[in-house]
């Protein structure tokens, strides 16, 4: 087979990986799935996944790789710039109203995410590490209210990730079917962390 078929398999194989992962992640939990499941999902031999992934965290890393792009693509539609005003509703519910739709498109990865999370050693840290990775731009926009002027209840860093974990669990406990629709969902988070940061 030419180099350029080659290519094209291998990408259409990684692919087939990852489409096969995601819904499987949606269906049974990160945990509940083998990467044999997601091999055969995705009709694919068991050996072609180690040619891609070397475990099933790197594919999930890859994934979440994915979802980080969608949030950058989202958040480059409108303007961002560090000078964000969160004790502003009207800013901060746009925030978290594009990190909920980031969330809920892409549910199966995030329910994947929080139980991998769960089931690592909680002695290696990697959990606050991903929270605040994944916070660093509320942060920014916490610093800046921070230097403002405006008297925050606790560190930039340490209220960004709080209110990351409670989007990120919000989001991983409500199923997509559940009793609250999104808009109701973005302005009650929006309004409790609009009193906790604007007092």
């Known amino acids: 087979m030419p180099e350029g078929g080659r290519k094209v398999k291998a990408a259409q194989t990684r692919a087939a990986l990852l489409d096969a992962a995601r819904t499987l992640f949606g269906e049974r939990g990160y945990l509940n799935t083998k990467i044999t499941d997601i091999t055969a999902a995705a009709g694919r031999a068991t050996g072609s996944f180690y040619e891609h992934f070397a475990d099933k965290d790197e594919l999930l890393r890859a994934l979440l790789a994915d979802i980080e792009d969608a949030a950058d693509e ?6 961002h710039p560090r000078e964000h005003d969160l004790t502003d509703r009207e800013q901060l519910r746009l925030h978290l109203g594009i990190a909920w739709g980031v969330m809920r498109q892409h549910r199966a990865v995030q329910v994947a995410l ?3 999370m769960v089931a690592d050693d909680p002695a290696s840290g990697r959990a606050w590490r991903d929270l605040t990775g994944q916070t660093a731009t509320l942060r920014e ?3 800046w209210l921070r230097e403002q002027g405006h008297r925050l209840p606790g560190e930039p860093e340490l209220i960004a990730a709080a209110m990351g974990s409670l989007l990120a669990l919000t989001g991983y406990a409500l199923p997509p079917d559940g009793p609250y629709g ?3 969902v973005v302005d009650a988070l929006t309004d409790l962390l609009l009193n906790g940061l604007a007092g």
């Open 74 to 79: 989202r958040m480059a539609q409108v303007e």
């Open 114 to 116: 929080f139980q991998s």
């Open 141 to 143: 926009h916490l610093e």
């Open 182 to 184: 999104d808009e109701q």
